[in-house]
């Protein structure tokens, strides 16, 4: 019941990756699909929060899950398990991030007829994912409480690239040493444009006010 | 006072790091210069695992700390105001690793006259610098225990090419859903020469332990 399509997806022979990721933006925007890249350290909480999101869209919309990873299908799996999304498996044999045509190859295989929102879960790594456009209409980066404030400063690509940034697991900062107004300050200094959201994805806090986001960039 | 030198690290202009790593290797060695390239996740806790373990260490050995990081210098401040240990912060103009050539820039820039113990503090990164040899005597892999038990499974090479696993930030196990014992048999089912220390870094918990397991490979 939980099979899961697994694609092991071939490293990209083309060079110029920033062309071919906008023309594949340009052909899901005709399509009507939305399509989201979401990055974060490993453990951050990608899978958890594509959960409880996807929980709160899916009766609005048809959704799909491109999951990346090295090697495993745990995540792919949970997320057939608990939510109603299409979902794939991309392995990428050791590859560190995914490309636009890594992108369109998993699209192909899983297929996109009438899907209205697409998640990619690419590799947990703050570095290289950033460096390569996938060709999403949104990047959602992830920042967890435990991984400490200081992570802007030190991955600043990956913050100037985002869209969305989510600092989760806020249920836990009673315990770590996690300063939210001074990690917001070098965000958003750097990234003037970025929203950033306050989350727990599992315990479910302040997912709603990202669904109604969601809602409202879709929409427009 | 807490003037760092700062070096930004070339990319490798040679193709055969394998065999240079080596040759590195051997020529520390002659030097009993023991090196140390210690690799975690952004936020597992590097640095003030660095911190507890040369506290324990550096009334018996002169040591070194070559700090990579992308662009701050952060954490070679921290671990110069808080150890009596030579720093020098290497930045990598947005690479995502280092390799045995870096790491021997790195080396000419600090000096490592009358060290006995070089740390390596690696990018933050569970995927790619897997995947460089730098020329290190020992890998010492920190996995955090806020980041999830199924990182061995996710990113099979980091655990294969480690000496000693740190499972860190024990003191917060009341509060993950982190399985230990099972973390434990999948690390070592990859790799059973890989070693395996529970600490909690900030509340120097477990360190002693550590510490000793230094001194015996230092010593023998």
Redesign the interface.
Known sequence: MNDIDILLVKESIFDNNNERASLLRDELKKKKLFFVNVMS???AGKTTTLISLIKKLEDRYNIAVMEA????D?DAKRIKSETKARVIQLHTG?M?HLDSDMTRQGMEKMGIEGIDLCFLEN??????PA?FDTGAHLNMVIL?V???D??P?????MFQVADLVLIN?ID?LP?FDFNIEECSRVILKRNPNAKIFKVSALKDEGIDILANEFVRRMEK
């Open positions: 350290s490993p453990g990873d090295i090697d495993s745990f050791g560190c590799i947990g790594n703050l570095v290289c460096e967890s435990p991984e400490g200081d992570k400063v030190k991955y600043p690509l697991k836990t315990i």
